[in-house]
């Protein structure tokens, strides 16, 4: 297993999200179970607005770390 690896897999068991995943994804404290429901979360409001391409109103906070 590369080093790599073995670091994402220790994140994983102490629930923190990966350093290597820091560095692509948006900034947050979360710990990595409340981090990937965050992420579904944005990406499914994402999806809304790109199919719907108007919303009546929108979440702010996904765009930008509050």
Do not use: C, H, Q
């Not at 068991?13 to 900034?27: D, G, I, S, T």
């Not at 979360?30 to 990406?43: C, T």
């Not at 199919?51 to 930008?64: D, G, I």
């Amino acid at each position: 297993m590369s080093l790599t690896l073995e670091e994402m897999m220790s994140a994983f068991l102490l629930k923190r999200v990966p350093e290597n995943w820091k560095k692509v994804a948006y900034p947050s404290l979360k710990p990595l179970g409340s981090w990937v429901e965050d992420l579904i979360e944005r990406v499914d409001f994402f999806n809304l607005w790109v199919e719907k391409n108007e919303l009546s109103s929108y979440w702010v906070s996904a765009l930008f770390f509050p």
